[in-house]
């Protein structure tokens, strides 16, 4: 069954339920809003903080993790640094009538997408026609003045397959390739018709300045990672000079979308939580493999989507990685990590992937990434990427600052090998190039052995090189010649090992997560299709208890406190709802909205022989005990101590179900 079949939400229903009950709302609403930028109200910041403090458990502490907390405004030299402010960009078109701005891969996937709904709908329409079914063929005449629509066109079937193809490999296209296919398919805004100009590159960081001058130029965060990465050393030291160990960060990021939608899935400003795993290079394994290896996954490998299919594969971590499909087991071990996550915070783990990125959507830093997607009614939704960074940043940072990043081993043998090395003939090589002299050594000796390698060929060949710096006080084309230099092989002995860690990062979404949760989480009442219900696991519920009296009776208030008292000091999230002028079942029902898990109703017997009945949200069913019991289940309910299905064992059923749920 597609993923499609299996989740039945009504998403419009649900979007007035979330605005009904404060889940979030569109910042800035009284001023008509800001695209891409949300408000949390009590409901949906009680979730997030739900999902943040579970990942602070599951990630930081089981994991032994080193958390910090770094600044949201960063330098230019930083990001430009890692790369960001060259390549941290998604391309965007423009509407050639209006000038409305477009992100070129979500324009040609919605355009294709409708062509496909159109073609399956035209296909039915066929289908039921030549069955002789004509009432479902077309809809039938209401008497009222209706807007013309066109009838659904059917696409030849190599057409329809063309575009799968294009859908299922979208994210392997450069702006390049978008152009071509909005060329080549006649891709228009679909609002309004209009062609739209090539894709352009937009960079997706928001520059600020920082201090009063304006001479120091910033960027907000697009993620927390660079700020673990200029703090790794002192990591490091506070971890006894240990590896491998993790640093880990949950922090506000910004990215400025080029036509942000979809409610909390496209924002401006998001909560990630990320984990930088610092590993030896030449060695990835993880200690703990062996927990996760025979977890199934459904995994999307780059090679399947490029052969233009989306079709997943359920395979064993441990064989995934043996198999070379996932590089390394600490990889691997994440990727495990990630999905018990998931299904521990109520993600339907049949609408989970795992996705490999292809080559051309690799970020800049990456050389594997697999991504969670998660279904959802606006299709599968990134919202945890994995990916191994290499040793790219701490590098590339070390470079820059001429700082090492790197851990110092040492080595039990002596380490004997042969490497490629630079030696300046001093008499030649600074009288030549005077101020750039030490900078272009400095070049030389950070290069990799192949590209210095290149270099002693070219000197071979013509007698001379170039070599070009950037980023210094000297910037521009140096030559130099042989006799400048020697780049011969020697035989170096090491008894301390020094190498810059390669880092492994999960990072998670916390929007997109809370925002899948949500859906996944979403049904309605069998007997009442008004009646939404939000079935939250005890441990995500934003509130675990509601506290409501029968009616507004004075000889139940003091009941309704003390149980609110009793349940809070246990450290139970708990509302009360004294709104007895509702009836009680409209009461559950409101609060059923809420995913409030369990509900203790304070009654006429409550005030005779101090017992109250114990709601379960998603069977409706009641017990009855005494308030101190009731407390003690309810605590051990939502701690994961005991299960309803358990409580219903030891407790016979009261029968004011059915009318306190009417």
Request: glycine letters at 6%; hydrophobic letters at 40%.
């Amino acid at each position: 069954m597609s993923a499609s079949k299996k989740l039945n939400v009504d998403r419009s229903a649900l979007e007035q339920l979330l605005l009904k009950r404060f889940f979030f709302a569109p910042s800035f609403g009284i001023y008509d809003g800001v695209k891409g930028l949300y408000d949390y109200g009590p409901t949906g910041t009680a979730l997030q903080q739900n999902l943040i403090n579970h990942w602070r458990q599951h990630f930081v502490i089981e994991e032994d993790m080193l958390e910090v907390d770094c600044s949201i405004i960063t330098p230019s030299k930083v990001l430009e640094t890692s790369g960001h402010v060259a390549k941290f960009a998604d391309w965007m078109c423009r509407d050639t009538g209006n000038n409305e701005v477009r992100r070129a891969d979500h324009l040609v996937e919605e355009v294709l997408e409708a062509r496909l709904e159109n073609d399956a709908l035209a296909r039915k329409l066929a289908a039921t026609s030549i069955s002789g079914d004509q009432s479902a063929a077309a809809p039938k005449p209401s008497g009222k003045k209706t807007k013309k629509v066109a009838a659904p066109t059917k696409l030849d079937d190599a057409v329809a397959e063309e575009y799968r193809s294009i859908l299922a490999k979208l994210d392997n296209y450069d702006g390049d390739g978008l152009g071509e296919l909005i060329s080549k398919y006649d891709i228009r805004n679909p609002e309004t018709g209009n062609a739209v100009t090539p894709p352009v590159a937009f960079n997706l960081m928001f520059q600020t300045s920082i201090g009063p001058a304006g001479t120091l130029k910033g960027f907000l965060r697009p993620e927390t990672a660079q700020g673990q990465f200029m703090n790794f050393s002192r990591l490091l030291e506070f971890n006894n000079q240990k590896m491998p160990f993790a640093s880990a960060m949950v922090g506000r990021s910004f990215r400025n979308e080029i036509s942000p939608r979809s409610g909390l899935l496209r924002v401006r400003e998001f909560t990630m939580a990320e984990i930088e795993h610092y590993v030896d290079p030449m060695n990835k394994n993880h200690p703990r493999f062996d927990e996760v290896a025979d977890i199934k996954l459904p995994l999307l490998p780059n090679a399947v989507q490029l052969e233009g299919k989306t079709e997943t594969v359920m395979m064993s971590i441990g064989d995934a990685v043996s198999q070379g499909v996932v590089d390394n087991k600490t990889l691997g071990y994440f990727l495990g990590r990630i999905y018990l996550y998931l299904a521990a915070i109520g993600i339907r783990t049949d609408l989970l992937r795992f996705r490999q990125h292809m080559k051309n959507e690799m970020a800049h830093y990456a050389c594997d990434c697999w991504d969670a997607e998660i279904y959802t009614t606006y299709g599968w939704i990134e919202c945890v990427g994995c990916a191994d960074r290499s040793a790219y940043d701490l590098r590339v940072h070390s470079v820059s600052t001429k700082k090492k990043l790197c851990v110092r081993e040492t080595l039990d043998e002596p380490l004997v090998y042969e490497k490629l090395v630079c030696e300046p003939n001093s008499k030649v090589f600074g009288p030549k190039l005077k101020r750039a002299a030490k900078p272009v050594q400095e070049h030389l000796e950070s290069l990799a052995a192949e590209e210095l390698a290149e270099i002693k060929a070219t000197l071979a060949r013509d007698g001379k090189a170039t070599v070009t710096l950037a980023g210094t006080a000297v910037d521009g084309d140096y030559e130099i010649t042989a006799d400048m230099l020697t780049i011969e092989n020697k035989t170096i002995i090491e008894n301390v090992r020094e190498y810059t860690p390669n880092v492994i990062e999960p990072s998670f979404g916390i929007g997109r997560i809370l925002y899948a949760l949500i859906e996944h989480s979403f049904s309605v009442r069998a007997d009442d299709e008004q009646r939404g219900v939000l079935s939250f696991n005890a441990l995500m519920a934003p509130f675990k208890c509601l506290v409501l009296p029968l009616s507004g009776h004075a000889s139940f208030a003091s009941f309704l406190h003390e149980v609110a008292r009793r349940l809070r000091a246990a450290g139970v999230p708990t509302r009360v709802d004294d709104a007895a002028s509702a009836p009680i079942g409209r009461r559950y029902a409101r609060n059923d909205e809420l995913g409030m898990p369990f509900a203790v109703t304070v009654d006429f017997q409550t005030v005779e022989d101090n017992t109250v009945t114990l709601r379960e949200r998603d069977t409706t069913k009641q017990i009855r005990g005494s308030l101190e019991e009731i407390v003690g289940l309810v605590t051990s309910l939502v701690s994961g101590a005991t299960t309803w299905e358990e409580v219903l064992t030891k407790y016979e059923l009261v029968d004011t179900v059915a009318k306190n749920d009417a």
